[in-house]
């Protein structure tokens, strides 16, 4: 069992920046692939981005590539979702996944947080 908790959410202006953190516990860091979503209001849950157990891959929807990234602290069991030039199309629920593989994680069939609220203002 993988406990996962979100935290950094909060209001930014179009154009700003924010850093969501996902501290994880339960489970060996170094064997867990860790991801993000997003559930905009109305619409149904989509993959953002996720990292591999190694740290040496990640990947992105094409929809934030270029402006997220994905780091982790293995030393704290942190992972990190930085987001730069952000957009109002944006604001959704950010949820922390972590799971066997990126493919695991990729798939939705991971572990999840109970997710924290990004809101970008135009």
């Known amino acids: 069992q993988v406990q996962l908790v979100e935290s950094g959410g909060g209001l930014v202006q179009a154009g700003g920046s924010l850093r969501l953190s996902c501290a994880a516990s339960?489970?060996?860091?170094?064997?867990?692939?860790m991801g993000w979503f997003r559930q905009a209001p109305g619409k149904e849950r989509e993959f953002v981005g996720v990292m591999s157990s190694t740290g040496d891959s990640t990947y992105f929807a094409d929809s934030v590539k270029g402006r997220f990234t994905i780091s982790g602290d293995h030393a704290k069991n942190l992972v990190f979702l930085q987001m730069n030039s952000l957009k109002p199309e944006d604001t959704a629920v950010y949820y922390c996944?972590?799971?066997?593989?990126?493919?695991?994680?990729?798939?939705?069939?991971?572990?999840w947080g109970q997710g924290t609220q990004v809101t970008v203002s135009s």
């Open positions: 996944s972590a799971g066997g593989s990126t493919v695991v994680v990729r798939a939705a069939q991971g572990y």
């Open positions: 339960g489970r060996t860091f170094s064997s867990l692939a």
